[in-house]
């Protein structure tokens, strides 16, 4: 059951965390932790961690990574493919990102589309957070200078200045 809350009542993807039958459930006290971003939020915290112009045909990882805007690293860190790799995931995350609990991260779908939470529930849920199909998701930990972008089951974990985007980090501009 969802929580009285308009945020979370008008939040487009809260069916992947209040589908028990199909998804998961989370708690009350855990969606008390997930905070979804208004459109004009996320937009701008996109603009501030992500990429500085979220202007149509940059505001999706995709569309930034098609028009050679972003470069990741040929590699991946890590990928989550087979059920082997899936129970690793928390693991190599953690071993990757060293951050406490209730250390604040943002995750976007798109750029209009994105939750504030923290990185104990983010691990907890993360397969709800990205499915395979997903064309990529970022995940921002503001105050560890690390970034996460989660391409079809493929893990690419970057290092991000404090302040900037995290494109900035990569030397894109």
Same mark, same amino acid.
């Given at each position: 059951?969802?929580?009285?809350? &308009?945020?979370?009542? +008008?939040?487009?993807?809260?069916?992947?965390? @209040?589908?028990?039958?199909?998804? !998961?459930?989370? @708690?009350? !006290?855990?969606?008390? #932790?997930?905070?979804?971003? +208004?459109? $004009?939020? +996320?937009?701008? #915290?996109?603009?501030?961690? *992500?990429? +500085? $112009?979220? @202007? &149509?045909?940059?505001?999706?990882? *995709?569309?930034?990574?098609?028009? #050679?805007?972003?470069?990741? &690293?040929?590699?991946?860190?890590?990928? @989550?493919?087979?059920? $082997?790799?899936?129970?690793?995931?928390?693991?190599?995350?953690q071993r990757r990102i060293v951050a406490a609990d209730s250390t604040e991260v943002l995750f976007f779908w798109h750029a209009e589309v994105a939750a504030k939470t923290d990185w104990h529930l983010f691990l907890e849920h993360w397969n709800d957070f990205c499915y395979p199909s997903d064309d990529s998701n970022i995940l921002i930990l503001p105050s560890v200078g690390k970034a996460v972008a989660y391409i079809e089951e493929r893990w690419y974990v970057l290092d991000r200045l404090k302040t900037g985007t995290f494109?900035?980090?990569?030397? *894109?501009r």
């Amino acid at each position: 059951m969802i929580p009285d809350d &308009p945020a979370l009542k +008008s939040f487009g993807l809260i069916w992947r965390f @209040s589908d028990a039958q199909k998804y !998961t459930q989370l @708690s009350e !006290t855990e969606f008390r #932790r997930l905070q979804p971003l +208004s459109e $004009d939020e +996320s937009l701008k #915290r996109w603009e501030q961690h *992500v990429y +500085s $112009d979220a @202007s &149509p045909g940059h505001r999706h990882l *995709v569309q930034l990574c098609l028009n #050679r805007l972003v470069r990741l &690293p040929e590699a991946p860190a890590f990928i @989550s493919k087979s059920h $082997d790799e899936e129970i690793r995931v928390v693991q190599n995350l953690q071993r990757r990102i060293v951050a406490a609990d209730s250390t604040e991260v943002l995750f976007f779908w798109h750029a209009e589309v994105a939750a504030k939470t923290d990185w104990h529930l983010f691990l907890e849920h993360w397969n709800d957070f990205c499915y395979p199909s997903d064309d990529s998701n970022i995940l921002i930990l503001p105050s560890v200078g690390k970034a996460v972008a989660y391409i079809e089951e493929r893990w690419y974990v970057l290092d991000r200045l404090k302040t900037g985007t995290f494109l900035e980090a990569q030397g *894109v501009r």
